[in-house]
């Protein structure tokens, strides 16, 4: 039977907004994580939910998860600071250190579209390891008309970069234009800029509608952003595993 009260110390470092559960086991190992004042450094261990749980000698308290669905525009960091000054996606949510969040996965300085934002490390990382193959959607908006036969190309796997062979879902013209619509598991750095630069073409405009279940229909508007309650994200994610 499941005791409600136990819970792995990786997750528990997680759900309080410390880290992702990999990076948790990381601190676990390197001995700065306490519990009620004992040194914890193997892997696995699980605590009781109201024991307490020291970082670096300070009292971790499990938090409200936040969940902020942003629609990026271009000209934003994607990161909670910037040691250039740049400005960050962080600068468009009023109030965020009230919130303590931070972005899920990465999106270019000049692309746009859905980014997550918040304090949850566990489903940080179930958005962004391959394991999970969580999908990815953009628009395209290209230099010039593509071909038949380069589309043909990405649709076969026939295109290579550094990592390894592309594998994607589809890829489809939007209409008789410049444009394409392209969904994918992968999340290798700028791929799709990659994809479309190997075929000779120059992407000018890149806009992710989808990710992992959070979509644009939810923020229409380039720049606006929703909140979102566990319950909500849950139901969205479940669909997407």
Aim: hydrophobic residues 35%; glycine residues 6%; proline residues 2%.
């Amino acid at each position: 039977m499941h005791d409600n009260n136990k819970i792995r110390l990786n997750q528990y470092l997680s759900h309080a907004g410390i880290s992702s559960r990999r990076k948790a086991d990381k601190l676990i190992q390197s001995g700065v994580i306490e519990v009620n004042g004992i040194p914890i450094n193997k892997l696995g261990t699980t605590i009781n939910t109201n024991d307490i749980v020291t970082f670096n000698g300070s009292k971790i308290k499990t938090k409200n998860k936040i969940y902020i669905l942003l629609n990026k525009p271009k000209g934003f960091i994607t990161s909670t600071q910037d040691e250039f000054n740049r400005k960050t996606v962080m600068n468009l949510i009023s109030n965020y250190s009230e919130y303590k969040i931070f972005p899920v996965g990465r999106l270019d300085y000049s692309t746009t579209g859905v980014l997550l934002l918040t304090n949850d490390g566990y489903l940080s990382e179930k958005l962004t390891h391959p394991k999970y193959k969580i999908k990815k959607i953009y628009h395209v908006l290209l230099n010039k008309k593509i071909k038949n036969e380069d589309l043909e190309k990405i649709r076969k796997g026939k295109i290579y970069l550094r990592e390894g062979k592309v594998k994607v879902i589809f890829v489809n013209k939007i209409d008789t234009k410049n444009q394409v619509k392209i969904g994918l598991y992968m999340g290798w750095n700028r791929i799709i800029k990659r994809i479309f630069k190997k075929l000779n073409y120059q992407v000018i405009r890149l806009d992710r509608v989808y990710f992992g279940g959070f979509s644009k229909k939810y923020i229409k508007k380039i720049g606006s952003w929703c909140f979102f309650n566990e319950k909500e994200v849950k139901n969205i994610i479940q669909k997407e595993l």
